[in-house]
């Protein structure tokens, strides 16, 4: 007797299936223990982040990239600009102790046409040269060290791998899922994911970062007895500078506008901490 091949039954001899939703909750479990497990505070604002890095570890990253850095650097040894940059840089250190986890500040300056400065954990600061000029003046500088300060006592890095570590945990419960799906249905959920990674989680999660340095740098202006008020000035000037700039939702900063904006909000706030430690006072 021939066995007869079934051609209208349930099965399909070479068929795929649909998403295993199954696989992803499993994933999204894991994702949410490894979130809510690993939670701390960001200093002078409260906000709870996702951070797993030892502060030793992280303080130990921080000064290999800053010397690898300056390394590959042409630093300034002396003049006006290192001057000032190491009287403000002891002035915000000294600001920062309430919430200082530990630091090994250092300033320096780097000479570069660089439109830049960034702190790394542990406190390690430059400021390149190319922006002195739109600093325009000490509070201007002060502003840009603070905001840089900001990012190294919020834990920004530590926090940013630790949330790409969740990413790929998500990532990889996705392409499972979509594992048993044909090629083309697993590159179109895959872009799904990756577009809502990007445009839905990870950018939206850069500026956030960047608006709590703004806030946390403007406090420690203040605190220092520099000019809050300049803040919202010099960021007039960085959107002049700048030219033209993608759509905010593009973007892994606020724009120059949505920046002023805050510090216009967070100005009297900043101006009653500067008014509390300095003299004389201000309006």
């Not at 994702?31 to 709870?48: I, M, S």
């Not at 570069?112 to 500088?141: C, H, K, M, R």
């Not at 990012?151 to 945990?169: C, S």
């Not at 709590?212 to 220092?224: P, Q, S, T």
Request: charged share 20%; with cysteine.
């Amino acid at each position: 007797m021939v066995n007869r091949m079934n051609l209208g039954g349930r099965g399909r001899v070479n068929g795929r299936g649909g998403f295993r939703w199954q696989i992803m909750l499993l994933f999204a479990i894991g994702a949410g223990v490894y979130y809510f497990a690993n939670q701390k505070e960001v200093p002078l604002t409260g906000r709870k982040q996702l951070r797993t890095m030892k502060h030793d570890a992280e303080m130990q990253l921080g000064l290999q990239s800053y010397q690898q850095i300056l390394s590959d650097s042409r630093v300034l040894q002396s003049g006006p600009v290192v001057d000032a940059v190491n009287e403000i840089g002891r002035r915000i250190a000294r600001a920062a102790r309430p919430e200082d986890p530990g630091f090994e500040w250092a300033f320096n300056v780097i000479e570069s046409e660089q439109a830049n400065a960034f702190a790394l954990p542990g406190g390690y600061t430059a400021v390149y040269t190319g922006l002195i000029p739109i600093a325009e003046n000490e509070d201007g500088l002060a502003v840009i060290m603070g905001h840089e300060v900001g990012h190294a006592l919020a834990h920004h890095g530590a926090e940013r791998m630790a949330q790409q570590n969740m990413q790929r945990i998500v990532g990889a419960g996705v392409a499972m899922g979509a594992g048993g799906m044909d090629y083309g249905a697993q590159r179109a959920v895959m872009g799904v994911f990756g577009g809502i990674s990007q445009y839905g989680y990870a950018l939206p999660f850069s500026r956030k970062h960047e608006s709590e340095a703004d806030f946390i740098g403007l406090v420690l202006v203040a605190r220092a007895c520099y000019d809050p008020r300049e803040a919202p000035k010099l960021w007039e000037r960085m959107g002049a500078a700048g030219g033209a700039n993608p759509p905010e939702f593009q973007s892994t900063h606020p724009s120059p506008q949505t920046r002023v904006n805050d510090f216009k909000r967070w100005m009297p706030e900043a101006i009653e901490i500067y008014n509390q430690n300095c003299s004389p006072k201000i309006r």
